[in-house]
């Protein structure tokens, strides 16, 4: 008996989710074909990596090893497959399946239109769309792309910069008339600011001034991970908020929300693309990259806005 790419791909679907049913739900296909498999790739392996208990399963130490070297060397296969059969030139429709994670207030505010006409322009690619503000690990959870905002720290991701967009300082009014207006940086150790539980407060809450990067000791009593929250809750009058532009701007504009310290600049956020390093790069990979770069290239604007 000899292994496959099935077996290999639902062992690593399984072990990324956790579950037999969760495996099943993403691979589509039934909880028993997805326990055959698994059951036939140990027998081929010679190794049990699970254990079974109550209905639940465990990854042994051999299946961790084993998922860490196979990883990579799927990814260069499927990468060196595509490659093959689709063209280096990329002239051929673009087939197989694109992972791709995305945070969610960035995606919903400014790139499903994107992706919807990159979806549109090739209609036999499969695509899988995450939406969460969590760092993901890209390679282990099986993801082709991932989009950041603020600069890409992990160096064994490749990256590209898609655009900027600048944080704003924000308050609402009703905040301001009962706790005074901020005048310097500084000034905001003394406000009830909102925090975001996925960036420290010293990453987010940063000010050039004079040359140098300035963070002011701040603290507050709400935490969220999720930037509309956030805004909503400063709109609300529950205090100061720093956020990305593509989520604030529109809320300044229309008057709920105040800048502040604009005289103070903020820090400008990259909004990167990144991508655990495959050689040959797939087409797939690099046209949808190529594809955001050109359609963010003016950078972010409400003409860009659903």
């Known amino acids: 008996m000899r292994y496959d790419l099935d077996q290999i791909e639902t062992f690593l679907t399984v072990m990324e989710l956790g579950t037999l049913t969760a495996a099943a739900a993403r691979l589509n296909l039934s909880k028993s ?19 079974r208990n109550a209905g639940r399963i465990t990854p042994t130490e051999a299946a961790g090893r084993l998922a860490e070297r196979l990883r990579p060397a799927l990814s260069d296969l499927i990468a060196a497959a595509e490659s093959a059969s689709w063209g280096m030139d990329g002239a051929a429709p673009l087939q197989g399946q694109l992972a791709i994670a995305v945070p969610i207030s960035f995606g919903t505010v400014y790139l499903n239109p994107v992706l919807a006409r990159f979806a549109i322009a090739h209609p036999q690619l499969e695509m899988r769309i995450d939406y969460d503000d969590r760092v993901r690990d890209l390679a282990r959870e099986g993801f082709d792309l991932g989009i950041r905002i603020g600069e890409a720290r992990d160096g064994a991701l490749k990256a590209r910069k898609l655009c900027e ?14 706790y005074g207006v901020p005048k310097t940086p500084a000034d905001l150790s003394g406000h009830q600011i909102i925090g975001y539980s996925h960036v420290s ?25 999720n930037g509309e929250a956030i805004r909503d809750m400063a709109v609300a009058g529950l205090g100061v908020a720093m956020l990305p532009g593509f989520i604030a701007r529109r809320a300044v504009e229309e008057g709920q929300l105040v800048e502040l310290l604009s005289h103070a600049e903020s820090r400008r956020l990259p909004i990167m693309a990144v991508w655990p390093p495959v050689s040959p790069m797939p087409v797939k990979l690099r046209l949808i990259i190529d594809f955001l770069v050109a359609e963010l290239a003016g950078g972010l604007s409400e003409s860009k806005r659903p």
């Open 201 to 225: 407060n010293t990453q987010v809450w940063q000010f050039l001034c004079d040359g140098k990067t300035v963070s002011p000791q701040v603290g507050g009593r709400l935490t969220l991970n």
């Open 33 to 51: 074909v997805v326990s055959k498999r698994i059951s036939d790739f140990e027998a081929v392996v010679g190794a049990a990596l699970f254990r």
């Open 165 to 178: 967009d600048r944080s704003y300082l924000v308050a609402s009014r009703d905040y301001l008339d009962r």
